[in-house]
């Protein structure tokens, strides 16, 4: 992608999970989150806030080269603070996903 953007398609991980839901309710064009790349996800999730977004778990996911936090509007619409350490260009890291799957169920009992 030009200036170096990424685009992740993501697809439900079981039956009756949170995407799988979502896509039942919105269909299959319609789009999970949006994730933004960030120098300090406290300091981006403080504006996002501030914007009336609500974070999906207590504190950021944070495994060393790679930190995320989820939000969420009143609307339903979620958004993914990201920030890299130097050298890791992941989307995620297999070490966060039982803390993204809990955002999930948080998100799922709202």
Excluded at 25 to 30: H, K
Excluded at 55 to 80: C, H, K
Aim: aromatic share 6%; with cysteine; charged share 25%.
């Amino acid at each position: 992608m030009p200036a170096g953007g990424l685009v992740v398609l993501d697809a439900p991980h079981a039956a009756g999970d949170q995407k799988n839901r979502f896509q039942q309710e919105r269909g299959l064009e319609a789009v999970h989150h949006v994730a933004l790349r960030v120098e300090n996800v406290q300091n981006a999730a403080k504006i996002w806030q501030n914007k009336n977004f609500k974070p999906l778990s207590e504190r950021p996911l944070d495994y060393g080269s790679l930190t995320q936090w989820f939000l969420q509007n009143p609307a339903g619409q979620i958004i993914e603070l990201i920030e890299r350490r130097p050298g890791n260009n992941a989307t995620f890291d297999c070490k966060n996903i039982a803390g993204l799957r809990l955002s999930e169920d948080k998100v799922s009992s709202q």
